[in-house]
């Protein structure tokens, strides 16, 4: 495509000669002719001196003889550069011999379902959405359209997906709530969990994550949320939009996570807890009560992080705290001898 | 069902109108006519007043004029209201066509084999017990009676699985256990791992829950043991009975946990050790010892959980603590120069 | 297998008589007549006077009356024995009729392909490697010579693996990095990830670990590493050769790791980092920063692990550490007083 034509559908002002054709986005090391590369970070902008691209995506301000494509997001623009030059391969709509698909079951027009899919009673299958091989959907299952499943995905009965939801390899929407309540021989009864999983629209699912079912209500993913691989969901936790869970992390039942949270990599969160707008929690970071809106919270149990920080670099030199409160409680007492 | 058939299954005593039909439990703010709700935490007694539902599960002595059935442990007690008013819809015995089963494997009576299974050589499914799709069971694999193992279970060759046990979507038993040894190059030769996991009566396993098979012997989950999801059970591990641990515990090769030990969410126990019985430890916890029977741990390295807190606190306090002692320093120059 | 045949092919000396035959290997414990046992451990050398086993694999040095294969490395020697007495059972070479094998698919000689399996357009899978059932090849994956994944493994497109690779169930390779750049609304727009995962010969991918496919490049596992279950490897990391991650280790994006590095249980390495050869990260270690090479790290944030202990020692007594400060305080009022 001609830098010329690729620049207004990215919101980009151009700048060089825009005949110029790229096929495919590429990294700035890696980059060759007929590549377009991008620089978000300003800790390659070393690189535009040597790098083989045909043209670059970058930030007003910035010197070079490159044809450019000039934007206040480089980064962002480069996804969209992927998704124009290089759409992804889209599996042909249709229904695999081999799927079980249950005669209730409604699908979409251009709904794709792959190998050995099974989709039970009562499933909805929204328009255009994308089942690969091997995704199993439980009876009264509604996804909306344009929705990916990768293989191995599996979702309970009665949960709910919205639009444009994608899920990554193996995870899982519905399992079982953790509920047991303990009897007088201290043995575990297990509470019937016969809630749902509702996952709204544009929400981003990782692989090998699981999303439990409430006991009697709903777990909700709210609209835009992503959240990473690996990662644990109580039953009845809510979370609120835009908000970003990344690899490993854990929230356990009933607690409400707010909107435009990040909790980045191996966090923990503890049960029937609030979490405010905008919290952020740095990796590895437990949480055992609420947290407001806007703090930035970090350490077992959580501080605010620049405390957390001071105390972590003290922490450092406890070995030497001690000995020179040795050393003070040996001259008080000479001192105390005089 | 009444009131005066429902309470005697629930060991409660009806208090009110005992021809009150009841269909459903629900929680008791959404709970509305024809709903049982149930109270089991003091924080919600307020809602007693205005909750809409025909009838409540509670502790003696709480005044209402809502007809209720009193018991000493209303959470178990709506557990059990649940499966007797809903009871969970059971798939029909019988063997799917697409299901792949070896002709030596032995299926019970009232078995559901679902679509895309697949049972080995030699494998035995105890009576009434219910494999969802895409369950594999490797050669050798016996599972008791009464058992549900959800879509996307994974069980290796030789393992054995005890009567009741329910398995969530995705998980793992018998995976290889981690075992290597450094050769001379510094390269690791694999151990074969030739042992197997024994799952015992009453456990469930979360999804997405990985139990490693021995080298040699057995890795062992105790009766009524719950393990929720992502939970890593390293190989030759043995956990008693009526052990709980929570999400993302990781507990390494050759350890011993006694029974009813609780792990909270996130904690991680090394290996060779031995956890004894009744042992707390609470989230991100990290075991690198033996703990005695009975002990409440937490930090990491672990503490006893009072002392932990306490140490805590002044860690949130160390830059003050720093600087207290920076000027006692200064305070006893001055003395001294005196 | 006599001991006398056995013996070179262990690189092993023979003391006692080499007639003897041993058909099984066995832990000391359970050793019985006609069991190969070994020690590697000193602990267990108390165990060679009760032990039932016909002969045992030990270090040189040590005495005892029952035959012996004496060699320096028991354990690696044990592993062998293992392999060779108990040579694992291979499933016969062929394809399932029910596996979905694409035209253009290129299966190499003596290839087991089981039950459900799907392998996409353009994969190629080398001599003798295992697929069990329901393993998912998306287009255009490479699977080289002798490999065994396990059953429930998904391999994303393009992805490739060399030879003698064994993968654990439910294993994920070439999910989406986690990719989001935020738009001016607040929100996140998904970042295409179209790079591919590589890994090398002789690696071991435990059950149910995610591993990350690259937005533009790769994300690489070095030859002959071993990762454990519920490892989470993020987009574009490149681990290096003969290194070891343990269960539930997460790696953030673009890190890389080096050769012969070891990270223990639920350690955690931050994004864009440099971990260089020969570290090693004790248990929950969080890794914030590069770790120079043959440093040995623990504690979050990650500090030298003897300078950890000691700072962790003084921890346990913080609250008594604080109120020597505080009567410091009092005595240096007191003496000031005078």
């Not at 949320?225 to 979370?239: F, R």
């Not at 149990?301 to 050393?327: I, T, Y």
Request: aromatic share 4%.
């Amino acid at each position: 495509m001609r830098l010329s034509e690729l620049a207004p559908k990215l919101n980009a002002t151009l700048r060089g000669d825009g005949s110029i054709e790229v096929a495919r986005v590429a990294g700035i090391d890696e980059a060759g002719p007929g590549d377009l590369t991008f620089v978000s970070n300003p800790r390659y902008l070393t690189k535009l001196a040597t790098t083989r691209a045909s043209a670059v995506i970058l930030s007003p301000g910035i010197d070079t003889p490159l044809p450019s494509l000039v934007c206040g997001n480089p980064y962002l623009a480069f996804a969209h550069a992927v998704t124009i030059l290089e759409p992804p391969a889209r599996p042909a709509p249709g229904v695999h011999a081999t799927a079980q698909v249950a005669p209730d079951a409604v699908l979409g027009d251009g709904v794709h379902v792959g190998a050995y899919v099974v989709v039970g009673a009562g499933c909805r299958v929204g328009a255009r959405t994308v089942l690969r091989p091997h995704v199993v959907l439980y009876d009264g299952v509604a996804i909306g359209a344009d929705c990916e499943l990768h293989s191995g995905v599996q979702v309970r009965d009665g949960c709910r997906l919205g639009d444009r939801v994608i899920v990554q390899n193996g995870a899982v929407i519905g399992s079982d709530g953790f509920g047991f309540a303990k009897d007088e021989a201290g043995r575990y009864a297990k509470i019937p969990q016969r809630g749902i999983v509702v996952v709204e629209d544009d929400v981003e699912v990782g692989a090998l994550t699981a999303i439990d079912r409430a006991a009697l209500n709903e777990t909700r993913i709210g609209r835009g949320t992503k959240l990473d691989n690996l990662v644990q969901i109580g039953h009845s936790v809510t979370i609120g939009e835009d908000t970003v869970l990344a690899g490993q992390v854990g929230v356990a039942g009933s607690t409400k996570i707010g909107r435009r949270v990040t909790l980045a990599g191996q966090v923990g969160v503890a049960g029937h807890l609030t979490i405010g707008d905008g919290v952020i929690a740095s990796a590895q970071t437990g949480i055992p009560g609420d947290v407001e809106a806007g703090r930035f919270v970090s350490g077992t149990p959580a501080l605010d992080n620049r405390a957390w920080l001071k105390s972590s670099a003290v922490f450092s030199k406890l070995p030497e705290l001690q000995k020179r409160v040795r050393e003070l409680e040996r001259q008080i007492e000479e001192l105390k001898k005089r």
